[in-house]
């Protein structure tokens, strides 16, 4: 019976040993697949970049890939200090990019930075851009447009009918009775690279967007006649875009103003050279 006992007892102690062997063995191959797990967001992920080659050794802790989830991309747009106070969460932004041109996506700002750059001056606003067809990819540059605020009906001149003289701000009308120039101050408020509204005082007549720097209160100017002729060109195509937008039930939003005053380009009359026209749409 001892040598019984003895014999099971060894057998107990070789199956343990192999289990044990087992065991580590099982830890070693797992040690040989990489899993990553996630419980949240998009069931697809996409690998970012690779860090090692197969078959390289590696330690424990060093990073091997990096997984992404693109379906929903997040862009990182600097707003300056003047345009900080137009932007909320939530709100609409289209945006572009030169890997696809012509074509445009849709997004909103999920974030907005609570503080500014001290260097640049300038708000981090992260937008969210739904990516369901993976088209757009992490690292791309993009451009967005914003509507940062809305004025329909809005009076709108060129920028380069804004002048500063003696440090206010105005435009040079003319006086169609004696085809002289007058300076008139002016307050401007929303401004963009094609417009700059005027909201105050309201403008009447021609304004003068080409030689105003040359100009003076009294100083007479001509108008060329293809001038003229693009004065009645535009104020026709505003009275037919006005017609066009009355008959519209519900008018797009824009990022400039949509009025404007007759824009025709003007010089001095002792210049002696003609000036194209030109008008706010």
Known sequence: MKVQDAAAAQSDANI???????????????DTEIRGEWTSGSDIRHVGERYVDEGTLVSP???????????RIKARIPIIERDFRFLRVGQMAQITTDAFPGQSFQGTISNISNELAESTRTVVAI???????????????????????????????????VITKDDVRGVFTIDRNTQTARFIPVQTGLETRSR???????????????????????????????????????????REAEARQQQTEQKPQTEQPQAAEQTPQAVPADAQSEAAGDKAP
């Open 16 to 30: 343990k040993n192999c289990e044990a062997r087992l065991a580590a063995a099982k830890v070693k191959l797992a």
């Open 127 to 161: 937008l969210s851009i739904p990516n369901p067809d993976f088209r757009l990819r992490p690292g791309m540059f993009v451009r967005v447009r914003i509507v940062l605020s809305e004025h329909r009906n809005a009076q709108a001149v060129p920028p380069n009918a």
């Open 196 to 238: 700059v509204e005027i909201l105050s005082p309201e403008l009447n007549g021609p304004i003068v967007t080409v030689g105003n720097h040359m100009l003076e209160t009294g100083k007479p100017v001509v108008i060329s006649e293809l001038s003229r002729l693009q004065m009645a060109e535009s104020i026709a195509a505003a």
């Open 61 to 71: 802790g060093k990073p091997i890939l990096k997984i992404i989830e693109i379906d």
